[in-house]
């Protein structure tokens, strides 16, 4: 783990906001480069960074890292209302300095015997996927990405990767849920990995037999509030079948059926 003062290179919106009926609105999502040559070079798909997000936030934040090239990483980022941290970041300019620490966590996990990959991205959950994704590509893989957004706003993804689109008003692919093609597409391939929203995953472990994932691999990426980010404040800790577990230390990345979704606040 490194702690660094990250120069920023980049730092520009890619996607507009959006309300949502469920969950606090979408002021737009961020795409910023930070030069880290220590992190960059450690990084795995599935890792995070911790973040500090100025003086008016008392915690560092928790971000996926989303990409790597050479010195530098990504991080792709939602800038909610009433998020004091995220609308910190967004303002930072190039040049500018962030500090951050990291890489964090467990990431994915790629078994040797599983080339037909089936990724199922909710949202922002597209972040680590791509990283996973691009990573993935390396090794000659079989790669289908469902990708579920609300409306037809959504990230580019590399043209290397075959996406199939569901948006909550139809207005790209089909209408519905991500987890609405997962019936179609899950019994075809060897691995399974995800991410979300919260509810998402609720519905993947409890429709499992429904959607295909019953006796599937399924490497789902968790997202809570984290306090620390290195498991000593046991802040982010979870029930799961196999005792408790600290999301920043063990995870973020656990297999679907492990964690004791019963038991996980909303």
Same mark, same amino acid.
């Given at each position: 783990m490194k702690l660094i003062d990250a120069e920023v290179v980049d730092n520009h919106q890619v996607l507009p906001g959006h309300r949502h009926a469920h969950f606090r609105g979408i002021l737009g999502s961020w795409l910023i480069w930070l030069n880290c040559p220590d992190i960059a070079r450690e990084a795995k798909p599935g890792q995070f960074v911790m973040v500090r997000c100025g003086p008016e936030t008392t915690l560092p934040r928790p971000f996926s890292i989303h990409q790597t090239n050479g010195d530098r990483i990504a991080l792709l980022y939602a800038v909610r209302? %009433? !998020?004091? #941290?995220?609308?910190? &970041?967004?303002?930072?300019?190039?040049?500018?300095?962030? $500090?951050?620490?990291?890489?964090?966590?467990n990431g994915f996990i790629l078994p040797p015997t599983a080339k037909n990959l089936?990724?199922?991205? %909710? !949202?922002? #959950?597209?972040?680590? &996927?791509?990283?996973?994704a691009q990573h993935a590509l390396k $090794?000659?893989?079989?790669?289908?990405?469902?990708?579920?957004?609300?409306?037809?706003?959504?990230?580019?993804?590399?043209?290397?990767?075959?996406?199939?689109?569901?948006?909550?008003?139809?207005?790209?692919?089909?209408?519905?849920?991500?987890?609405?093609?997962l019936p179609r597409?899950?019994?075809?391939?060897?691995?399974?990995?995800?991410?979300?929203?919260?509810?998402?995953?609720?519905?993947?472990?409890?429709?499992?037999?429904?959607?295909?994932l019953e006796d599937r691999p399924v490497q789902i990426s968790l997202e809570v509030r984290m306090g620390c980010g290195v498991g000593v404040c046991y802040g982010c800790t979870v029930k799961t079948k196999n005792g408790l577990k600290q999301v920043c230390k063990d995870g973020p990345v656990f297999e679907l059926d492990e964690v004791l979704w019963d038991e996980l606040p909303c």
């Open positions: 209302e %009433g !998020g004091q #941290g995220t609308s910190w &970041l967004a303002g930072r300019k190039a040049g500018a300095s962030v $500090s951050i620490f990291g890489p964090l966590g089936l990724l199922v991205a %909710g !949202g922002i #959950g597209i972040a680590p &996927l791509y990283f996973l $090794s000659n893989r079989t790669i289908m990405l469902l990708y579920g957004t609300v409306d037809r706003n959504r990230y580019p993804v590399s043209p290397e990767i075959e996406v199939v689109a569901v948006t909550e008003d139809g207005s790209v692919g089909e209408k519905g849920f991500v987890t609405d093609l597409f899950a019994e075809q391939v060897d691995q399974v990995f995800a991410c979300g929203p919260m509810p998402m995953y609720r519905d993947m472990f409890n429709r499992q037999r429904e959607l295909k």
